[in-house]
């Protein structure tokens, strides 16, 4: 049987490429994300587990100590330099060390940030005896002596362009400087292979940087002797320690580490492969369906000398199985490709590039398993249809029968696809019934798709008629020929377009509602803010106020009023000269030039809370230790901006700390001199870790997350569609081969090649722009419902999208009809005259 | 009637050659594998002529009509359509030639199955641009007794519909000539003398060359004229042939053909 299937498959083999080749794109596109999720979560669990290995023992302030940082006087016990020797006399420890850290940002030679901001860390530097830190061995030069000196890691060396004697820019605390790195270090560290930098500061630096509050450290590590362990460690330490610090193992941190990882992007990519698997098996049963037909008598023959129907049915299976085989072997082949692809990609963006782990016991399982079953579940109805062939078909010359009715698939498929729009409908509200709704409505467009190409083609015979004549007339009859393949080709596309326009329907509204937002939330000129993980300095508002083209400047503060234990309010600390202008708010009562004297109050909030003009508030502003009783002294309207507004002179003095971030600094130009001044402030304050932008460009980047996200669905999904592509081509390709013989009388009664093909490229555009059809009208549906879920995002229909989409799917229908064009027309005219060929 | 049918002023008239095939041979492969299918044939056809080719299998005779209608090219020699040499025609020219001067009956599958009957019989006069004129298209589908069944499609037909649906398309823009392949190998004896009569009216009535490659003596028998083929040759030729006499004529070949083997 295995040899027969063999001989049937080379014979064919030509036929089987293409369905062969959708099967062997989702079956990489399994692998890859399967073999790079697993490399990359290997990668980091690596790093993880050989991270700092001289660290036995942690000792950190306690969660409860940290939360009650409100109150001055509960503060956690200071990690000082009296505790670290203590510590040094732990029973089992061999060395303790004190470590000061946070984050730091390192520009390179193009004055843009590198690496991963999230893991971009400042640390000591701890000379030991020989003058060299143990923890951070050193590549090149010396460790940093001096405020002013750095070391950095090989890879933010490479990644920067710098190396010893070199400047660079570095940004510490929201404050940009220039520093001498006069060592290059290697580390074992997380942060590291999570695509971070590590930059190392003396021990003085480091300590006034990451932990001027605390007097001491940021944490004290401790190395267990021989013979200890970590847990041993820990307990002798906890012993020696006051309460609100904990010593904590170096395995508990890890695990902590852990917690927070999960395959997120691993699932997110093989959602996307399974839908490109779905739409291969179209293909597959396409194949396998039209090459039943054309062996009907073959089959009838190998019944009427004796085989039963289970050996016909297996015989066809097994070919199915191989080609499923054979195309798991070169999916798995490209699988490693895709994910040295990805890796290449994310690795560009995060940095991190992990080493490929080739072969795993389940990406290799998942590629056989899942190639294999999928080509034999897409092959099984056609391997039944053959096995039901009559062994007497062998003896008529007629064609095989005509097909079934399509009256039962037709109700199912309206039943279904009604089921899938009421429940769509149902869905506008909740996001839970989307995910079942979208794929019930796509399943029964599936099913209902040939009865639709039956009749979207009867309407389009008139006018294509008149458009291309007798071309336009034999072009939507042959699409009409085989409704059931028709449909199956046109929902290839189908579900690859709907995906797409749900997406971009869906991205189109959230980012007009994104940049709606931030168009409100921007009453000022400019706007300066911290890149992600950064912070705006104390100084920036400062400086900027007093470059010649500003008018008007405030920092924007987010604190809170502790006004009783349970009673926070969220208050924004801003100047009152100039934040009625710069922000978007609108007086309502009152006035703001006195705001220095008390406090302001949103309308609504004032309402909440009955407060009016001349009303006190009692609390105690964060970070500071004295309850002040504040008077209203305007009310205001604009929720979105702030709900209660102080002046910026009440808050703590403090250069770091929580409790008083500046969230941005807004600032007006002179009239027309914006760009000016937007360009001063760039020059002026020359960090690299913040963002000057004017309103359009505010605008522009509130949506800029949301249109690299759709890039990165389109390019998902793209593999679908190229599927629904291929599709195309196999349903044409196959048409040319089942029509040799017409082909040939049509050019023997002259017919020339250019008008033959142009006869396969109105029935390829004509399949593939009802595909796409449906796509955007079910994808359309889809996102518009996805959208209504979310009350507060307008509904966007992304018109010159969905055009171009239709005009791509015209292309693919050209594109796709070249090669099928071709073999018609290299058709033999003879082919139609003689009666030896069938 | 006559006077009815009366060629138009451009056509031909009697006695002008339409086709004529000058030393056709035909060598399928090369070297110690190459077949002669044609081994110098020269005919010629005239208007108004009904010729029928007759040969046994392996003689060349459709070969010699693929290359006359210029859908094979012969290895040497000249075809020609009218004062139109076929070699000196590309591709598409030659496609334009068949189209508009050449008209076919093939033996089997000779309708387009996705056209009804009148689309499958205006299907040249379509590719070529042209209407065909109404009156003509009337007079042949009523002297084929198709008159009722244009709008079906040829699998609602019975075979000698399909083969007179396949006639009515082949004159249906005037051509020069018609070539008919082996027309009624497929069909049963009455619906064969139908289309048969067709063709032999075609020609005495309305003037239609036609040429027709067959086997079938009681096929020859409705043709004016009879050539035979043998072994890529032209070895015989007969006027006005009947049944008999062809079969006699077949007879002879065959007995010769075992005396030299």
């Given at each position: 049987?295995?040899?027969?299937?063999?001989?049937?498959?080379?014979?064919?083999?030509?036929?089987?490429?293409?369905?062969?080749?959708?099967?062997?794109?989702?079956?990489a596109?399994?692998?890859?994300?399967?073999?790079?999720?697993?490399?990359?979560?290997?990668?980091?669990?690596?790093?993880?587990?050989?991270?700092?290995?001289?660290?036995?023992?942690?000792?950190?302030?306690?969660?409860?100590?940290?939360?009650?940082?409100?109150?001055?006087?509960?503060?956690?016990?200071?990690?000082?330099?009296?505790?670290?020797?203590?510590?040094?006399?732990?029973?089992?420890?061999?060395?303790?060390?004190?470590?000061?850290?946070?984050?730091?940002?390192?520009?390179?030679?193009?004055?843009?940030?590198?690496?991963?901001?999230?893991?971009?860390?400042?640390?000591?530097?701890?000379?030991?005896?020989?003058?060299?830190?143990?923890?951070?061995?050193?590549?090149?030069?010396?460790?940093?002596?001096?405020?002013?000196?750095?070391?950095?890691?090989?890879?933010?060396?490479?990644?920067?362009?710098?190396g010893?004697?070199?400047?660079?820019?570095?940004?510490?605390?929201?404050?940009?400087?220039?520093?001498?790195?006069?060592?290059?270090?290697?580390?074992?560290?997380?942060?590291?292979?999570?695509?971070?930098?590590?930059?190392?500061?003396?021990?003085?630096?480091?300590?006034?940087?990451?932990?001027?509050?605390?007097?001491?450290?940021?944490?004290?590590?401790?190395?267990?002797?021989?013979?200890?362990?970590?847990?041993?460690?820990?307990?002798?330490?906890?012993?020696?320690?006051?309460?609100?610090?904990?010593?904590?193992?170096?395995?508990q941190?890890?695990?902590?580490?852990?917690?927070?990882?999960?395959?997120?992007?691993?699932?997110?990519?093989?959602?996307?492969?399974?839908i490109?698997?779905?739409?291969?098996?179209?293909?597959?049963?396409?194949?396998?369906?039209?090459?039943?037909?054309?062996?009907?008598?073959?089959?009838?023959?190998?019944?009427?000398?004796?085989?039963?129907?289970?050996?016909?049915?297996?015989?066809?299976?097994?070919?199915?199985a191989?080609?499923?085989?054979?195309?798991?072997?070169?999916?798995?082949?490209?699988?490693?490709?895709?994910?040295?692809?990805?890796?290449?990609?994310?690795?560009?963006?995060?940095?991190?590039t992990?080493?490929?782990?080739?072969?795993?016991?389940?990406?290799?399982?998942?590629?056989?398993?899942?190639?294999?079953?999928?080509?034999?579940?897409?092959?099984?109805?056609?391997?039944?249809?053959?096995?039901?062939?009559?062994?007497?078909?062998?003896?008529?010359?007629?064609?095989?029968?005509?097909?079934?009715?399509?009256?039962?698939?037709?109700?199912?498929?309206?039943?279904?696809?009604?089921?899938?729009?009421?429940?769509?409908?149902?869905?506008?509200?909740?996001?839970?019934?989307?995910?079942?709704?979208?794929?019930?409505l796509?399943?029964?467009?599936?099913?209902?798709?040939?009865?639709?190409?039956?009749?979207?083609?009867?309407?389009?015979?008139?006018?294509?008629?008149?458009?291309?004549?007798?071309?336009?007339?034999?072009?939507?009859?042959?699409?009409?020929?085989?409704?059931r393949?028709?449909?199956?080709?046109?929902?290839?596309?189908?579900?690859?377009?709907?995906?797409?326009?749900?997406?971009?329907?869906?991205?189109?509204?959230?980012s007009?509602?994104?940049?709606?937002?931030?168009?409100?939330?921007?009453a000022?000129?400019?706007?300066?803010t911290?890149?992600?993980?950064?912070?705006?300095?104390?100084?920036?508002?400062?400086?900027?106020?007093?470059?010649?083209?500003?008018?008007?400047?405030?920092?924007?503060?987010?604190?809170?009023?502790?006004?009783s234990?349970?009673?926070?309010?969220?208050?924004?600390?801003?100047?009152?000269?100039?934040?009625?202008?710069?922000?978007?708010?609108?007086?309502?009562?009152?006035?703001?030039?006195?705001?220095?004297?008390?406090?302001?109050?949103?309308?609504?909030?004032?309402?909440?809370?009955?407060?009016?003009?001349?009303?006190?508030?009692?609390?105690?502003?964060?970070?500071?230790?004295?309850k002040s009783?504040?008077?209203?002294?305007?009310?205001?309207?604009?929720?979105?901006?702030?709900?209660?507004?102080?002046?910026?002179?009440?808050?703590?003095?403090?250069?770091?700390?929580?409790?008083?971030?500046?969230?941005?600094?807004?600032?007006d130009?002179?009239?027309?001199?914006?760009?000016?001044?937007?360009?001063?402030?760039?020059?002026?304050?020359?960090n690299?870790?913040?963002?000057v932008?004017?309103?359009?460009?505010?605008?522009?980047?509130?949506?800029?997350?949301?249109a690299?996200?759709?890039?990165?669905?389109?390019?998902?999904?793209?593999?679908?569609?190229?599927?629904?592509?291929?599709?195309?081509?196999?349903?044409?390709?196959?048409?040319?081969?089942?029509?040799?013989?017409?082909?040939?009388?049509?050019?023997?009664?002259?017919?020339?090649?250019?008008?033959?093909?142009?006869?396969?490229?109105?029935?390829?555009?004509?399949?593939?722009?009802?595909?796409?059809?449906?796509?955007?009208?079910?994808?359309?549906?889809?996102?518009?419902?996805?959208?209504?879920?979310?009350?507060?995002?307008?509904?966007?229909?992304?018109?010159?999208?969905?055009?171009?989409?239709?005009?791509?799917?015209?292309?693919?229908?050209?594109?796709?009809?070249?090669?099928?064009?071709?073999?018609?027309?290299?058709?033999?005219?003879?082919?139609?005259?003689?009666?030896?060929t069938? | 009637?006559?006077?009815?049918?009366?060629?138009?002023?451009?056509?031909?008239?009697i006695?002008?050659?339409?086709?004529?095939?000058?030393?056709?041979?035909?060598?399928?492969?090369?070297?110690?594998?190459?077949?002669?299918?044609?081994?110098?044939?020269?005919?010629?056809?005239?208007?108004?002529?009904?010729?029928?080719?007759?040969?046994?299998s392996?003689?060349?005779?459709?070969?010699?009509?693929?290359?006359?209608?210029?859908?094979?090219?012969?290895?040497?020699?000249?075809?020609?359509?009218?004062?139109?040499?076929?070699?000196?025609?590309?591709?598409?020219?030659?496609t334009?030639?068949?189209?508009?001067?050449?008209?076919?009956?093939?033996?089997?599958?000779?309708?387009?199955?996705?056209?009804?009957?009148?689309?499958?019989?205006?299907?040249?006069?379509?590719?070529?641009?042209?209407?065909?004129?109404?009156?003509?298209?009337?007079?042949?589908?009523?002297?084929?007794?198709?008159?009722?069944?244009?709008?079906?499609?040829?699998?609602?037909?019975?075979?000698?519909?399909?083969?007179?649906v396949?006639?009515?398309?082949?004159?249906?823009?005037?051509?020069?000539?018609?070539?008919?392949?082996?027309?009624?190998?497929?069909?049963?004896?009455?619906?064969?003398?139908?289309?048969?009569?067709?063709?032999?009216?075609?020609?005495?009535?309305?003037?239609?060359?036609?040429?027709?490659?067959?086997?079938?003596?009681?096929?020859?028998?409705?043709?004016?004229?009879?050539?035979?083929?043998?072994?890529?040759?032209?070895?015989?030729?007969?006027?006005?042939?009947?049944?008999?006499?062809?079969?006699?004529?077949?007879?002879?070949?065959?007995?010769?053909?075992?005396?030299?083997?």
């Open positions: 049987m295995l040899r027969t299937a063999l001989r049937t498959l080379r014979s064919h083999r030509l036929r089987f490429a293409l369905p062969a080749l959708a099967v062997v794109l989702g079956v596109f399994v692998t890859g994300s399967l073999i790079y999720g697993d490399s990359v979560s290997s990668a980091i669990a690596t790093a993880r587990a050989n991270s700092q290995p001289d660290v036995s023992v942690a000792v950190r302030p306690t969660d409860a100590a940290l939360q009650s940082t409100q109150d001055p006087s509960a503060a956690p016990p200071r990690l000082d330099a009296t505790l670290l020797k203590r510590l040094r006399g732990v029973p089992g420890a061999v060395s303790a060390r004190g470590t000061a850290e946070g984050r730091s940002f390192l520009a390179g030679s193009d004055g843009e940030l590198i690496g991963d901001l999230y893991e971009s860390a400042g640390v000591n530097y701890v000379p030991g005896p020989g003058g060299e830190d143990p923890r951070y061995p050193l590549t090149a030069g010396r460790g940093p002596r001096a405020t002013g000196e750095i070391a950095i890691d090989e890879a933010a060396a490479e990644r920067a362009g710098k010893v004697g070199d400047r660079v820019r570095i940004v510490v605390d929201g404050t940009a400087r220039n520093a001498r790195v006069v060592g290059v270090l290697t580390a074992e560290d997380s942060r590291l292979a999570s695509g971070g930098t590590l930059t190392a500061f003396d021990g003085a630096t480091a300590l006034r940087q990451f932990a001027p509050d605390q007097g001491g450290y940021t944490s004290i590590t401790l190395t267990a002797a021989e013979g200890t362990s970590e847990a041993q460690l820990a307990q002798q330490t906890q012993k020696m320690l006051p309460d609100g610090l904990e010593a904590v193992t170096a395995a941190l890890r695990e902590e580490a852990t917690a927070g990882s999960d395959d997120k992007l691993t699932n997110v990519l093989l959602s996307f492969a399974g490109a698997l779905f739409v291969s098996t179209f293909l597959v049963a396409n194949t396998f369906t039209m090459l039943s037909a054309a062996r009907a008598r073959e089959h009838a023959l190998l019944r009427a000398v004796g085989a039963t129907r289970r050996y016909v049915m297996r015989q066809v299976l097994t070919e199915a191989i080609v499923g085989a054979v195309a798991s072997v070169v999916g798995y082949a490209l699988g490693i490709g895709v994910a040295a692809l990805l890796n290449t990609l994310f690795g560009a963006a995060s940095g991190i992990a080493p490929l782990r080739i072969v795993q016991l389940t990406p290799v399982l998942a590629a056989f398993g899942v190639g294999i079953a999928i080509t034999l579940l897409a092959a099984y109805v056609p391997a039944r249809r053959a096995a039901a062939v009559a062994p007497v078909a062998a003896l008529r010359t007629s064609r095989p029968p005509t097909p079934a009715s399509l009256r039962r698939r037709g109700i199912i498929g309206a039943t279904v696809t009604a089921l899938g729009v009421a429940l769509l409908w149902a869905a506008g509200g909740d996001e839970n019934l989307l995910y079942t709704a979208a794929p019930v796509l399943v029964g467009l599936i099913v209902l798709t040939p009865l639709i190409a039956l009749g979207v083609t009867g309407l389009l015979r008139t006018p294509l008629r008149r458009l291309a004549g007798i071309r336009g007339k034999l072009a939507v009859e042959n699409a009409r020929r085989n409704p393949r028709t449909a199956a080709t046109a929902a290839t596309l189908m579900v690859g377009l709907a995906m797409v326009t749900a997406v971009t329907v869906a991205v189109a509204s959230i007009r509602m994104d940049e709606e937002e931030a168009d409100a939330a921007m000022s000129d400019l706007r300066i911290a890149v992600a993980f950064g912070q705006v300095g104390a100084d920036v508002a400062d400086r900027v106020a007093h470059l010649p083209d500003a008018a008007a400047v405030t920092a924007v503060v987010n604190t809170d009023l502790r006004i234990e349970e009673d926070i309010l969220p208050v924004t600390a801003v100047s009152p000269g100039t934040v009625e202008r710069l922000a978007p708010i609108t007086l309502r009562k009152g006035s703001l030039k006195r705001l220095d004297r008390g406090i302001a109050v949103e309308e609504q909030t004032a309402a909440a809370r009955h407060l009016t003009l001349g009303s006190r508030v009692t609390g105690t502003l964060a970070g500071t230790d004295r009783s504040l008077p209203v002294v305007a009310i205001y309207e604009g929720e979105d901006f702030a709900t209660t507004l102080v002046s910026g002179t009440r808050l703590p003095r403090t250069a770091h700390g929580d409790q008083a971030r500046i969230a941005e600094v807004i600032a130009a002179d009239p027309g001199r914006t760009a000016a001044l937007q360009s001063d402030i760039r020059h002026t304050l020359d690299p870790a913040l963002l932008q004017d309103r359009a460009e505010v605008r522009k980047a509130a949506s800029n997350d949301t690299e996200f759709l890039n990165i669905m389109y390019a998902m999904l793209s593999v679908t569609v190229l599927i629904g592509a291929l599709g195309v081509v196999n349903t044409m390709g196959m048409a040319v081969s089942e029509r040799v013989r017409e082909i040939g009388m049509l050019r023997a009664l002259g017919l020339d090649r250019k008008r033959l093909a142009s006869i396969l490229r109105i029935e390829s555009v004509t399949i593939s722009l009802l595909g796409s059809a449906l796509g955007l009208m079910a994808g359309g549906a889809i996102g518009a419902a996805a959208v209504l879920t979310q009350p507060s995002v307008p509904l966007v229909i992304p018109w010159d999208r969905a055009a171009l989409c239709f005009a791509a799917t015209a292309a693919i229908g050209v594109l796709a009809s070249l090669w099928p064009g071709r073999q018609a027309m290299a058709v033999p005219m003879l082919r139609a005259m003689g009666t030896d069938e | 009637m006559s006077q009815r049918w009366d060629a138009p002023a451009s056509s031909p008239t006695g002008t050659v339409v086709a004529e095939g000058r030393h056709l041979t035909k060598v399928y492969g090369e070297g110690d594998t190459a077949v002669t299918a044609l081994a110098g044939v020269s005919a010629r056809f005239v208007s108004g002529e009904f010729t029928a080719i007759m040969g046994p392996g003689s060349g005779k459709s070969t010699f009509m693929h290359c006359l209608a210029g859908l094979d090219t012969p290895t040497s020699g000249s075809a020609r359509i009218g004062d139109t040499d076929l070699g000196s025609l590309n591709e598409s020219r030659l334009k030639l068949r189209r508009e001067r050449i008209g076919f009956v093939f033996q089997s599958f000779n309708l387009m199955p996705t056209l009804t009957a009148l689309e499958n019989i205006t299907l040249p006069c379509d590719l070529a641009g042209i209407t065909p004129d109404p009156a003509w298209l009337r007079e042949l589908v009523g002297t084929l007794g198709l008159a009722d069944r244009l709008g079906h499609r040829p699998d609602q037909l019975s075979g000698g519909q399909q083969q007179r396949a006639c009515a398309r082949a004159l249906a823009s005037r051509p020069a000539v018609v070539f008919a392949d082996e027309p009624t190998g497929n069909l049963d004896s009455r619906a064969g003398a139908q289309v048969l009569s067709f063709l032999q009216m075609s020609a005495t009535v309305f003037g239609q060359t036609v040429v027709m490659v067959t086997h079938d003596p009681v096929a020859a028998a409705y043709a004016g004229r009879a050539l035979f083929l043998a072994d890529g040759q032209l070895v015989h030729e007969m006027a006005h042939p009947s049944a008999a006499g062809v079969l006699e004529q077949m007879k002879a070949f065959d007995a010769g053909q075992q005396a030299a083997r």
